[in-house]
């Protein structure tokens, strides 16, 4: 009984946290920016944030390599490197993206999440095949 009468004051206080917000602890609430979450959830594909980066970059480099290699280097740059192959701009754009394709499945299938390794590894890929290839 002693302990009941101890806990009387806090009951107006309880009430009042719950009327503060403290009754929705449990519900859903609204979140904010997420890479996951669809940008059209109707569209018959999911297009995410990540998604649409990923496309966006590989086209402005491919853009990019199209634009040098039309007007500044009209000849290619074709060059011999290490792996013994004969290559242009574009050539080594398309080695560095499979590259780290490769990379990236091998590192999510060995190793799993998270894949900022992998980022770093195919950003070292690029400059190598850039530089050497």
């Given amino acids: 009984m002693r302990k009941l009468l101890l806990t009387l004051p806090f009951l107006p206080s309880m009430a009042a946290a719950q009327q503060a ?3 929705s602890v449990g519900q859903q609430e609204d979140k904010g920016f997420s890479w996951t979450d669809p940008l059209w959830p109707d569209f018959w594909m999911a297009w995410t944030p990540a998604t649409l980066a990923v ?4 086209f402005s480099a491919i853009a990019l390599i199209g634009v040098l290699e039309g007007f500044k280097y009209r000849d290619g740059i ?4 290490v792996l013994g192959l004969t ?5 080594r754009l398309f080695i560095t993206l499979l590259g780290s394709a ?3 499945l091998a590192w999510l299938g ?3 999440q998270p894949v ?3 980022l770093f590894l195919s950003i070292g ?3 190598f095949v850039f530089w050497k290839v």
């Fill in 87 to 91: 290559t242009t701009l574009g050539d």
């Fill in 78 to 81: 074709e060059r011999r490197g």
């Fill in 110 to 112: 060995l190793v799993g």
């Fill in 125 to 127: 890929w690029g400059i």
């Fill in 55 to 58: 496309f966006v970059g590989i």
């Fill in 116 to 118: 900022w390794t992998p």
């Fill in 102 to 104: 490769y990379i990236f």
């Fill in 21 to 23: 917000g403290w009754g």
